[in-house]
């Protein structure tokens, strides 16, 4: 893994989570399947793998590039704009 440009204009420390779970699927009675962070503003939404998409939709809304895992035991990193882990 290498660290992308973004990931060095990351706010440093990382942002705290703005929830502890995805508020969207919440408001829209879904489940998430599993949990992204946004390192940009500490915002979490569910992965690809869940109905809703909202960690992607978040990037697309707000154009914040780098996610982390937001499940207990992974700590991996993904960016959207270059499209890898970092």
Request: aromatic share 6%.
């Given at each position: ?20 779970t ?44 780098v ?19 970092v």
């Open positions: 893994m290498s660290e992308c440009t973004h990931v060095a204009e990351l706010p440093r420390p990382e942002p705290a989570p703005l929830s502890d995805c508020p969207e699927c919440l408001e829209a009675g879904s489940h998430p399947v599993q949990l992204r962070l946004c390192l940009v503003c500490g915002h979490v939404g569910c992965c690809d793998s869940s109905p809703l998409r909202h960690a992607t939709g978040h990037f697309r809304e707000t154009g914040h590039p996610i982390r895992s937001f499940e207990a035991g992974e700590s991996w990193r993904w960016c959207f704009e270059d499209g890898s882990i």
